[in-house]
């Protein structure tokens, strides 16, 4: 996430979070998000419960709006409702071959493969330009 910010010239907070054995709540946040349009990056997101509270958090703070960005969407219980009823402006889920965001009116699902053949592509052909130069110049 550093890395992130880093590329884009932007500022990094953080949310810290306390976890039950049930779920995680979003509890503090560290830095300044007023009149900023944030985006929440993660890992999972299941319940939503930690996003959801991590959205009205940012809220309370001034973020001006709110995007998530999650590699993985499990969506158990009801976060589907969690999340339309939430402080999120839209949603973001990678690789999701879920049916069930009929109804998920800030959820888009985002298809990694095109990027990751691209990038394998370019891997191989400099893998390909650095082998036939080491082929010419022996």
Do not use: P, W
């Not at 999972?44 to 973020?63: C, F, R, W």
């Not at 993985?72 to 409702?81: K, L």
């Not at 999340?83 to 109804?103: C, D, E, K, P, Y």
Request: glycine share 4%; hydrophobic share 40%.
């Amino acid at each position: 996430t550093k890395k992130i910010a880093h590329l884009l010239g932007v500022d990094m907070v953080s949310i810290t979070k306390t976890r039950t054995h049930l779920q995680a709540q979003a509890k503090e946040l560290i830095g300044n998000v007023t009149d900023n349009v944030v985006l929440l990056i993660d890992d999972i997101l299941d319940t939503a419960h930690t996003a959801v509270s991590a959205s009205t958090i940012l809220k309370e703070h001034g973020a001006k709006e709110i995007y998530g960005y999650f590699s993985h969407g499990i969506f158990s219980n009801n976060a589907i409702d969690l999340i339309n009823q939430s402080n999120f402006n839209h949603i973001f889920v990678a690789n999701m071959g879920n049916t069930q965001l009929t109804h998920a009116k800030k959820i888009s699902s985002v298809c990694a493969v095109d990027f990751l053949t691209q990038q394998i592509c370019k891997i191989i052909e400099r893998y390909k330009q650095k082998t036939m130069y080491n082929e010419f110049m022996l």
